[in-house]
């Protein structure tokens, strides 16, 4: 659905009257109930993408306002850098054959096997995957910046334990505590028997007795978060920052994620990075290229007077020590490498063709005869 063509009060279930309090309760409960990770509803994904937009909208007091008024709101509207973290949920639907129960499994107690609390099963929660794009600029200074994530967070009312006063632990009912479940399969065969980890428990081996309600004994809610990432000085195009901790909180209090951010660097319009190194192009007039002089090179973070040697030529690079991308490892600077292109005057005034015909006839070189546009007017005339 394109942006603005829903009604975001009723995408959350809210009255257009609702509280900043009963918005984000109202997102929570949809965002829940349509997560891609527990809603294998083939349109899931859309509808939680929606819910995503409309809280978006109707949590930012300026972009309600703009939604109240005009009925839509400019897609990127308090920008931010990120966007949304999709990333990692993606995988679930893109098989297109539909959610087996092992990935419905895994969706709800963060995937099987792989690195986990015994039994094979996976508490901790998934890594999430995002990008930002950066000038060079930003990348030779170093760079804070905010990111929207939208995440499986700690549930901040039982704080990620799953239960609460209320609650008591019991074992598993579905696998009397074993955590595993024995399924038979006729096949033509013969009877096949699968182990499986128990779904009900997550192969814990017990379940909670009421629950938390605000997250149902998982101890995670979805949860949006403004996450700050620090870029260092020097970062190349394509480098992943790790920050820890930030990916899907873990189930009932286990390890959660990270979140990894890949660094993209925006082409620069002057600059081109080899490396540490920066390469530019500058022009510079034939005289001074003759002669010798000083010029003004715009360099990534800084200006610099850059010595043009007398005889300089066409193509000539000239080299700035230090005037390149810091380096990562924080020992000093690459170089900036000057391109010269050398530039021939269009027009001449009277006087300054004549200064070159002078010198022509010194370096006794034969050149065209001026004519000035009255001598054209002349030879037009009786020619
Ligand atoms: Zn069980
Ligand atoms: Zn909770």
């Given at each position: ?6 009604d975001y009060y009723s995408t959350l279930g ?27 509803a083939p349109d899931a994904e859309d509808r ?84 930002i794009v950066i000038t060079l600029a930003e ?245």
């Open positions: 659905m394109p942006a603005g063509t829903q809210v009255e257009r009257s609702a509280n900043a309090d009963e918005i984000k309760k109202a997102f929570r409960r949809k965002a829940r109930e349509l997560h891609p990770d527990v809603n294998d939680f993408k929606e819910v995503n937009e409309a809280y978006d909208v109707l949590s930012d007091p300026d972009k309600r306002d703009q939604y109240d008024r005009y009925g839509s709101v400019g897609r990127n509207g308090g920008g931010g850098g990120g966007g949304y973290g999709y990333a990692d949920m993606g995988d679930l639907f893109g098989g297109g054959a539909g959610i087996n129960m092992e990935d419905l499994f895994s969706a709800f107690f963060g995937g099987v096997g792989g690195r986990g609390g015994g039994r094979g099963v996976r508490l901790e929660g998934r890594d999430m995957a995002m990008q990348a030779a200074s170093g760079v804070e910046k905010e990111i929207v994530l939208d995440r499986l967070a700690t549930c901040d009312v039982c704080g990620g334990g799953g239960s609460t006063e209320d609650s008591k632990t019991v074992t598993c009912p579905d696998c009397n505590g074993t955590g595993q479940r024995v399924t038979q399969h006729k096949t033509f065969l013969g009877t096949m028997q699968t182990v499986a980890p128990c779904e009900r428990c997550g192969a814990s081996g017990h379940i909670i007795e009421n629950p938390c309600e605000e997250c149902q004994g998982s101890g995670r809610v979805p949860d949006r978060e403004h996450v700050k990432v620090n870029i260092p000085a020097g970062i190349r195009d394509g480098q992943q920052i790790r920050v820890a901790g930030m990916g899907e909180a873990g189930i009932r209090g286990a390890a959660a994620g990270n979140l990894l951010v890949s660094v993209r660097i925006a082409e620069d319009e002057y600059l081109h990075r080899e490396g540490d190194d920066l390469h530019c192009r500058a022009t510079v007039p034939v005289t001074q290229a003759a002669l010798g002089a000083t010029i003004h090179v715009n360099g990534v973070l800084e200006e610099h007077n850059v010595n043009v040697p007398a005889g300089t030529q066409h193509g000539d690079t000239l080299r700035v020590k230090g005037g390149g991308m810091p380096r990562l490892n924080g020992s000093g600077r690459g170089d900036l490498i000057v391109h010269v292109a050398i530039t021939v005057p269009k027009k001449l005034s009277n006087r300054q063709r004549e200064l070159l015909e002078e010198l022509a006839t010194e370096f006794g070189e034969d050149v065209a005869e001026y004519k000035t546009p009255l001598h054209k007017l002349r030879d037009w005339l009786h020619g």
